[in-house]
């Protein structure tokens, strides 16, 4: 009778050690993403989106089309934040605004379409900077998913169906300090405060331009935001129309209120979405479009507000569209869920990628 020596007895056991540890590992790989432990999570990773080394800070061949702006430089350090179910990435970096002297986070997304589609391989994007509502000083709800929506997956959903721009997003924070004790910095900038209205309208602006292939005119920018953002959106299409062509305004604010503001009528005047509309209608333009959202369960007044707003100077240059959301509060989850009226609306105004020929 022959029996197995002991050198197969050892590998057979080998073998087996090692099928257990590979099936451990099986078994624990999405525990340990989700509690995000490396070397199981990607979470922190460098993140590129096309972006060339060095100072020019991006592709150096031609684009697409004369609407196109190549990345300017410098590239930012964006270190992932969540990788999505189609592979592309919410990635975030902490920016230094050297025009408003404001450091904070901002988070930033790019569809598929930017990153992985041969024909758009050299086109320009439009850019939807998203804000959120109150505390909005440690973050921003639309990087996440707010009562299960997603911003992200939904806008690439929405573009296959044709009732959206394949937009690049902007997530920033929207407050220097937590929203609470009735502080708050209305997305401007108050004196003797932080400069929000500068962080929003230009530093942020000039980080996707950095490091991302957009637009040049203001018909590929648009804003989008709720409750504080909502305003702050709203104010900053309405003070930079040169800027800024649409923007989505989700149960907003439509005048200034934060007690900072107090001894400085004339600024928070500067800021007031009603002072502003009569000026660009005075004006003659240009064209803006404002989208509203607002839940019948909220607030009466903001829906009041929004109506009045919209009677009175929903006109001329100044174009304006509610949607009255049945049984609806006031949230994120609540405007995600029903964004894409408002989203289609909005693209309709905006320009998107041009496919190389």
């Given at each position: 009778?022959?029996?197995?020596?002991?050198?197969?007895?050892?590998?057979?056991?080998?073998?087996?050690?090692?099928?257990?540890?590979?099936?451990?590992?099986?078994?624990?790989?999405p525990?340990?993403?989700?509690?995000?432990?490396?070397?199981?999570?990607?979470?922190?990773?460098?993140?590129?989106?096309?972006?060339?080394?060095?100072?020019?800070?991006?592709?150096?061949?031609?684009?697409?089309?004369?609407?196109?702006?190549?990345?300017?430089?410098?590239?930012?350090?964006?270190?992932?934040?969540?990788?999505?179910?189609?592979?592309?990435?919410?990635?975030?970096?902490?920016?230094?605004?050297?025009?408003?002297?404001?450091?904070?986070?901002?988070?930033?997304?790019?569809?598929?379409?930017?990153?992985?589609?041969?024909?758009?391989?050299?086109?320009?994007?439009?850019?939807?900077?998203?804000?959120p509502?109150?505390?909005?000083?440690?973050?921003?709800?639309?990087?996440?998913?707010?009562?299960?929506?997603?911003?992200?997956?939904?806008?690439?959903?929405?573009?296959?169906?044709?009732?959206?721009?394949?937009?690049?997003?902007?997530?920033?924070?929207?407050?220097?300090?937590?929203?609470?004790?009735?502080?708050?910095?209305?997305?401007?900038?108050?004196p003797?405060?932080?400069?929000?209205?500068?962080?929003l309208?230009?530093?942020?602006?000039?980080?996707?331009?950095?490091?991302?292939?957009?637009?040049?005119?203001?018909?590929?920018?648009?804003?989008?935001?709720?409750?504080?953002?909502?305003?702050?959106?709203?104010?900053?299409?309405?003070?930079?129309?040169?800027?800024?062509?649409?923007?989505?305004?989700?149960?907003?604010?439509?005048?200034?209120?934060?007690?900072?503001?107090?001894?400085?009528?004339?600024?928070?005047?500067?800021?007031?979405?009603?002072?502003?509309?009569?000026?660009?209608?005075?004006?003659?333009?240009?064209?803006?479009y404002?989208?509203f959202?607002?839940?019948?369960?909220?607030?009466?007044?903001?829906m009041t507000?929004?109506?009045?707003f919209?009677?009175?100077?929903?006109?001329?240059?100044?174009?304006t569209?509610?949607?009255?959301?049945?049984?609806?509060?006031?949230?994120?989850?609540?405007?995600?869920?029903?964004?894409?009226?408002?989203?289609?609306?909005?693209?309709?105004?905006?320009?998107?990628?041009?496919?190389?020929?």
């Amino acid at each position: 009778m022959s029996h197995p020596s002991r050198r197969s007895t050892r590998a057979r056991r080998g073998l087996i050690a090692v099928a257990s540890v590979a099936a451990l590992g099986l078994v624990a790989w999405p525990v340990m993403s989700h509690y995000e432990i490396p070397p199981f999570t990607d979470k922190g990773d460098p993140v590129s989106y096309g972006q060339a080394d060095g100072a020019a800070g991006g592709n150096t061949s031609a684009p697409a089309d004369s609407r196109t702006l190549l990345p300017t430089g410098p590239k930012a350090d964006f270190k992932n934040a969540n990788t999505m179910s189609d592979g592309t990435h919410i990635s975030v970096v902490t920016l230094d605004g050297k025009k408003s002297g404001f450091k904070g986070k901002v988070w930033v997304w790019a569809p598929k379409e930017y990153t992985d589609d041969p024909k758009f391989a050299k086109s320009g994007f439009p850019v939807l900077i998203a804000l959120p509502g109150g505390p909005g000083n440690d973050g921003n709800y639309w990087m996440g998913t707010p009562g299960g929506f997603s911003l992200q997956e939904s806008i690439s959903k929405w573009y296959r169906e044709g009732t959206s721009k394949p937009f690049l997003l902007a997530m920033p924070i929207l407050n220097p300090g937590p929203d609470d004790k009735g502080i708050y910095w209305d997305g401007s900038d108050i004196p003797g405060q932080p400069k929000m209205g500068t962080w929003l309208t230009e530093d942020v602006p000039d980080l996707m331009r950095a490091n991302f292939r957009t637009l040049k005119s203001r018909d590929g920018w648009g804003f989008m935001g709720s409750s504080t953002g909502g305003f702050a959106s709203l104010k900053a299409v309405l003070k930079h129309p040169d800027k800024f062509k649409a923007a989505v305004a989700n149960g907003p604010d439509i005048v200034p209120d934060s007690p900072l503001w107090r001894g400085h009528e004339k600024e928070k005047a500067e800021n007031n979405p009603e002072v502003l509309a009569k000026a660009l209608a005075a004006a003659k333009g240009p064209d803006v479009y404002l989208a509203f959202q607002v839940g019948t369960k909220e607030n009466r007044q903001t829906m009041t507000d929004v109506k009045n707003f919209m009677a009175t100077y929903g006109k001329g240059p100044v174009h304006t569209k509610l949607w009255e959301i049945p049984g609806g509060t006031h949230n994120g989850a609540t405007y995600g869920r029903n964004m894409v009226g408002p989203m289609k609306w909005i693209s309709d105004q905006l320009e998107g990628p041009t496919p190389s020929s």
